[in-house]
């Protein structure tokens, strides 16, 4: 065995090694990104997360266990959010260390139409997103969609929406785990425009994606950051929905965040409908509500500090 092959080995050793502490140490947030660069797909594990199947890895040539690396938001080898904020928005001459880079901070809703009653974050999301449809700025959209009749028993996933109307139908936030894998696939066999809705690490992930891939790169055109607190498991909506007597694997639909006349913006409903029944209680009334509990939350959220989606070009939180 030569010298070179002699480190070749090691350097694979070492890159089956990181993915392996990556994936077994807690740290992947199952986002998809590695399944287009490295054929490593995700799968729904026993609490109800998505994580990169490390099995995978051991057949893998080894440039694309460094193309997993590169793309993977939780692995050191590609850029941080502060190298890729620098990159992208370095020339806006203003930096918080919590931020990030940006242009400027706005507080507001949407007035036109009913875009504020039916999302969240005051519909800025979902009116953004048609403007730029109906503009011409953007071909179609990537974002989390309701599953009508899930197959696979997951009530949300990614999807692309070519019309005012399927962003419309788009809206709300989903506490619930997604992997973007097969919208990536998507991109990359049309060609277009495209606007990707995510969360931070999401959007990191693409990011890095598009710097080693020049198709992602070109089609995506415009990413919308979600100003984040940590990531969901299936578990979360289970809960709610064993509390309102749907058990587990029954739940057909949830809406997570329901507005309640009368009452301030924090103070939501939770929709549930099972077999045969359907059931309305304010989020407050279910235990693990509160989000600074941190019930059925990713591992991965522990270690990461980009709440306000350094990476996108902007970011949209609410009240």
């Not at 953007?138 to 009749?149: F, N």
Request: one cysteine or more.
């Amino acid at each position: 065995m030569d010298l070179r092959h002699h480190l070749s080995e090691r350097r694979r050793d070492f890159v089956v090694k990181t993915l392996k502490q990556i994936i077994d140490g807690g740290y992947c947030i199952g986002c998809g990104v590695s399944a287009p660069v490295a054929s490593i797909p995700v799968v729904l594990d026993r609490y109800g997360m998505f994580q990169a199947d490390r099995s995978s890895a051991a057949a893998l040539s080894d440039e694309a266990l460094k193309r997993a690396l590169l793309v993977c938001p939780f692995s050191n080898d590609g850029p941080n959010e502060d190298d890729l904020g620098m990159r992208l928005f370095g020339d806006s001459g203003q930096h918080d260390a919590s931020v990030g880079y940006y242009e400027s901070l706005y507080i507001g809703h949407v007035a036109e139409g009913k875009f504020r009653e039916k999302g969240t974050s005051g519909g800025i999301i979902t009116w953004m997103l048609t403007e730029l449809l109906q503009t011409g700025k953007v071909d179609a959209v990537c974002h989390v969609k309701k599953v009508d009749h899930p197959d696979d028993g997951l009530l949300f996933r990614y999807g692309i929406s070519r019309t005012p109307d399927e962003i419309i139908a788009g809206a709300k936030s989903r506490y619930y785990p997604v992997e973007i894998s097969q919208v990536l696939e998507q991109i990359r066999k049309s060609p277009g425009r495209y606007a990707v809705v995510g969360l931070p690490c999401f959007v990191k992930a693409v990011r890095r994606l598009a710097a080693v891939d020049p198709c992602i790169k070109e089609r995506v055109v415009f990413s919308v950051g979600l100003v984040c607190g940590h990531l969901k498991s299936k578990s979360f909506a289970d809960c709610f929905g064993w509390q309102a007597s749907i058990p587990p694997g029954e739940l057909k639909e949830i809406d997570f965040r329901v507005k309640l006349p009368g009452r301030a913006a924090g103070d939501y409903g939770v929709y549930l409908r099972g077999v045969g029944q359907e059931v309305m209680r304010p989020s407050r009334e279910f235990l693990g509500s509160n989000w600074g509990h941190n019930f059925f939350r990713y591992p991965a959220c522990d270690f990461c500090d980009d709440v306000f989606a350094e990476t996108a070009d902007v970011a949209i939180g609410d009240a």
